[in-house]
């Protein structure tokens, strides 16, 4: 499996940008895929989950209400609409999948497949 993303950029704050990860190779009707970020210094944390099967999603406290996880089927593709950006939301966003349903937030050690992430920044 290889997860790729694209998306990410510069914005200011109080913008919106949406990233994109798209699964290639076997997929996982029970998958749950979510998005990783990792600011500099900082540890990699969960942003946002969602399971295939049945559309259920997850988010971390720190992003609810302003980011929205979907996922489009038809093109094994997973977004991230994020809105109402702060500068604190800059880091390196990681797509993730998880080869069996995962209740709640995705911890880092569950995950067994991330994409190459992609950069985020956010200025005032």
């Known amino acids: 499996v290889q997860l790729g993303e694209s998306g990410g950029g510069s914005v200011q704050a109080g913008g919106s940008l949406r990233l994109s990860c798209t699964a290639s190779g076997p997929t996982f009707s029970t998958a749950t895929m979510g998005w990783f970020r990792q600011a500099p210094g900082k540890e990699r944390e969960f942003v946002a989950g969602f399971r295939w099967r049945y559309g259920n999603t997850y988010y971390a406290d720190s992003v609810k209400g302003r980011f929205t996880i979907s996922g489009d089927y038809a093109k094994d593709t997973l977004y991230l609409q994020m809105n109402s950006l702060k500068p604190e939301d800059t880091a390196v966003y990681y797509c993730?999948?998880?080869?069996?349903?995962?209740?709640?937030?995705?911890?880092?050690?569950?995950?067994?497949?991330w994409g190459q992430g992609t950069q985020v920044t956010v200025s005032s």
């Open positions: 993730a999948l998880v080869t069996r349903v995962v209740v709640g937030a995705i911890s880092h050690e569950s995950v067994d497949f």
